[in-house]
């Protein structure tokens, strides 16, 4: 049988080009995210492309009956997860603490943080039954380096750093695997989130400099996912070459509001 990975956030961006990558490499998928049509389309691409086969799981991370419910509920078949990929996550707004909307902080502290909780926090026993499983979580270059107008999506990032540190360590006893991947500026949609729809901010965020992709955040997953089981990635750094942290960029023309 093949090995599982479950990926949230699988309707675009990181989560989206993981799938491809698992899935071009025979491994069966989980996927999840709120738009279903995206997730039947994927699936149906991906199993015409690949042999992998794929269960589709839409619901909303921040959702605590509904992750719970669908996740305690996946058939018996899917229940050995291999591999849980956290990649469901945005930013919304880039604002100044006192400018910023209270709503965008809700949904980030909600999306980021407590659905990345539910969702492991479901998925747990299925690895700790079998002794065996790793968490691959999304952070970003954003939880270690503050940056302004970054305040809470900056603090949600930093939680991810601490919720992955702590899950590592209490699963220890269990041989499960925790990564924190930690990305610079990755081009998907994020940034037409972050913008609420508005393309040319959204755009300008990447002028002057070439971005990493999504696939190359999925290379480096893939390659933290099949290291061999005494080996294991804690935290990973990626950025694009002209991006050294989480604050200092060499662009060539940098109007964006990065
Ligand atoms: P995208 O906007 O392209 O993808 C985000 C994904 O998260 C979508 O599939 C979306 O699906 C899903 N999602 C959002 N909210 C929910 C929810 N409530 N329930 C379920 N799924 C949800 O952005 P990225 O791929 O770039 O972002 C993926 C992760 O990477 C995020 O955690 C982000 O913070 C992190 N990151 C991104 C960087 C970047 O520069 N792009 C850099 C560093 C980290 P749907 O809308 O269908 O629910
Ligand atoms: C996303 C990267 O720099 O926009 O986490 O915070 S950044």
């Not at 069966?28 to 279903?36: E, Q, T, V, W």
């Not at 026993?125 to 380096?145: E, L, Q, Y």
Request: include cysteine.
């Amino acid at each position: 049988m093949n090995r599982i990975v479950f990926i949230t956030g699988a309707t675009s961006g990181i989560g989206k080009a993981c799938a491809e990558k698992f899935a071009a490499n025979g491994y069966d998928l989980i996927i999840n995210g709120r738009r279903k049509e995206r997730l039947n389309d994927l699936k149906k691409e991906l199993e015409e492309k690949y042999v992998t086969e794929i269960f589709c799981a839409p619901f909303d991370v921040r959702n605590k009956e509904e992750v719970f419910k669908n996740i305690t509920g996946f058939p018996e078949r899917w229940q050995t997860i291999d591999v849980l990929i956290n990649s469901a996550g945005l930013a919304l707004g880039r604002d100044h603490f006192n400018e910023a909307d209270l709503e965008d902080w809700e949904t980030m502290i909600n999306t980021n943080i407590t659905g990345l909780l539910y969702v492991t926090k479901a998925v747990m026993p299925f690895m700790v039954k079998r002794n065996s499983g790793h968490v691959i979580n999304i952070g970003s270059v954003a939880g270690d380096d503050m940056y302004e107008r970054g305040n809470v999506y900056c603090a949600s990032k930093s939680a991810v750093n601490a919720i992955s540190h702590t899950m590592r360590v209490d699963m220890l006893p269990h041989h499960i695997k925790v990564t924190n991947v930690k990305p610079g500026a990755v081009e998907t949609e994020f940034s037409l989130v972050r913008f609420k729809g508005d393309e040319e901010k959204a755009s300008k965020v990447y002028d002057g400099f070439t971005p990493l992709s999504g696939e190359d955040i999925a290379e480096t997953i893939f390659y933290c996912a099949t290291l061999p089981p005494n080996v294991c990635i804690n935290e990973l750094t990626i950025t694009p070459t002209t991006q050294a942290d989480g604050i200092y960029f060499y662009k060539k023309i940098g109007k964006g509001e990065g």
